[in-house]
């Protein structure tokens, strides 16, 4: 059990460089990889009803615990961020069609609004 906290903790650190190094792919893999490791201990936890974490394990999750609120504010910044990027897309569309209508065409020939 302790192995597979140590793992966890360790993959949260991973986790905490790819989101300062901004790469969110490798911290979509990490965070798949930790999930599934979690849900081991879980598993694990269920089985022993009389399961408690030794005092290393502890520390490891306390720890985790403060990484990952660490990166909750991090993750949510850069989610805040690429919707106000994508709403700024959005309105550079509209008003880049307001001005430059496109032109209808059909095989060569360009048709007026009127037809």
């Avoid at 919707?83 to 020939?109: D, E, R």
Wanted: hydrophobic residues 35%; neutral net charge.
């Amino acid at each position: 059990m302790d192995k597979l906290i140590e793992a966890i903790h360790e993959i949260t650190e991973n986790m905490k460089r790819c989101l300062d190094e901004e790469n969110f792919v490798e911290f979509e893999k990490l965070l798949t990889e930790r999930h599934m490791l979690m849900t081991r201990v879980d598993e694990l936890k269920k089985k022993d009803m009389n399961f408690e974490y030794s005092s290393s394990a502890k520390q490891c999750l306390k720890d985790i615990q403060a990484i990952d609120q660490l990166m909750a504010t991090r993750v949510e910044k850069s989610v805040s961020e690429t919707k106000f990027l994508i709403n700024q897309m959005k309105k550079q569309k509209q008003v880049s069609k307001q001005y430059n209508p496109s032109i209808k065409q059909t095989n060569g020939v360009f048709l007026d609004s009127k037809w």
